[in-house]
């Protein structure tokens, strides 16, 4: 890749941080594309956290409800059915047995408890945590979005439609899957519908002004800015299986250029490398590996930057406890495939260092031309993001395509079985908001040959 090109690139990815004092036109990008510096409310960055405790929601409180409110609430569960989800789910039976014959005191029972039951179903998705295989997102809105003030805002406001409605996803595919579901009548794509629609509620509400997204069943990634696609990539996930990628939230601190790649003992180990390594120099010198044996015999092997490193030119430090991130591969022809489920947990990038230098630039680390100067050095770098930007690591079989079509993808790892079965029960109470899973131990992203 030559320093031209990249130069052009790291133009391109400058455009896209330019500051608010200058236009789009000034740019050269169109204004709908900019990130609208200006607002408060796109500049709150999304809390992306990870929780390891099991927490229980809080019990709503029981609050007082007028009778226009009660009709208004009724009416919502009624038509809950255009959101995915099923009028019985929130008792609207007994909410009118209590308004016809109930006390006071059973009538705003019932209505709080209905009113919390859609707030929670709205909010966090439907689906209990068991049926979300390997999602280890933890949604902050339960917390930004408390229960009991929703349901004091929409008694105070006289709107509880409107509150409800207000936690639906702001992201457009939400709003894609909403309007096929109004046209479905075959069952199966019915509940796929239903299906995808909640994941999207199992994210945050609002994903943040800036953030890459990758749909794994899709291969794809997204660098987005206000919801709308600046940038796509090709991606290579896990394969199906005990390496299968998990579903994450995480956050970019950091771009790593010419990374080393530290060989997991599976490999140094289990796959004699290390041996190989010390017995034979000239040939770890041509491949890039460094060894060293300690007193106790443990051999370890560092890969170091080039060429053939198995990390490529690049990688996106994103810690976790799951050791996922994205990076190159020195494999770049099986972007060309189109099953492309063959790592062993990690996300290998199309043109990878196109968004290295995106990224440090965004992320106000570097500019274009030291983004250009470092990719190009050799050297190991690491370059610190100042502003941390999210990355979504999700799973849809079914939402809008890089070109705006609304497609299905394959379920690779058998995820959608579970969530469609849960939607066949009745709906769960006092679930957890987090998972009780294991985090899948990824042992190394790349074999040696």
Known sequence: MSRNFLQKLALGAAVLAVPATITAQDAGAPADLLPNRDTPAQMAEPVVQEVTEVVQPT??????????????????????????????????????????????????????????????????????MKARKQWFVVDPDADVMPTNTLMARALLTNDVAGVLTDLNPTHPDYDRLKAELATATDASRVAKIRANMDRWRWLAHDLGPQYLITNVPEY???????????????????????????????????????????????????EGLGNKVLNNPAWARRAGYKATKG??????????????????????DMPNRHAIFLHDT?????????????????????????????????????????????????????????????????????????????SNFADIYGRDAPVLASFEKPREINRPRVTSEKAVEIIDDMKTT
């Not at 106790?296 to 490529?312: A, E, K, R, T, Y």
């Not at 100067?373 to 849809?396: A, D, L």
Request: glycine share 10%.
């Open 330 to 406: 020195p494999s770049r022809g099986l972007f060309n495939n189109k099953n492309r489920a063959l790592s062993h947990g990690c996300i290998r990038t199309e043109r990878a260092l196109e968004l290295a230098i995106t990224m440090a630039i965004l992320g106000g680390a570097a500019t274009a031309d030291e983004a250009v100067g470092i990719s190009t050095s050799g050297k190991y770098t690491r370059v610190p993001i100042e502003k941390k930007m999210p990355v979504y690591i999700t799973y849809f079989t079914m939402g809008q395509d890089i070109d705006g079509t609304l």
């Open 220 to 270: 794809q990634l997204r660098l987005t800015v206000n919801d709308k696609i600046i940038r796509t990539y090709k991606t290579i996930v896990g394969k199906p299986g005990r390496t299968a990628t998990p579903q994450l939230a995480e956050t970019v601190e950091g771009v790593v250029f010419n990374p080393t790649w530290t060989v997991p003992q599976s490999i140094v180990k289990g």
């Open 59 to 128: 019990l709503p409180d029981v609050q007082e409800w007028s009778g226009t409110q009660l009709d208004a609430l009724l009416s919502y569960i009624e038509n809950i059915g255009t959101e995915g989800l099923t009028p019985s789910d929130y008792e609207p039976e007994v909410l009118r047995a209590a308004m016809e014959t109930g006390t006071s005191g059973e009538v705003n029972a019932a209505a709080s408890t209905s009113f919390a039951w859609l707030v929670e179903d709205l909010r966090d998705g439907r689906t209990p």
């Open 295 to 316: 007193a106790n015999g443990w051999i370890s092997v560092v890969q170091q930057p080039g060429p053939g490193n198995s990390l490529g030119r690049m990688k996106l």
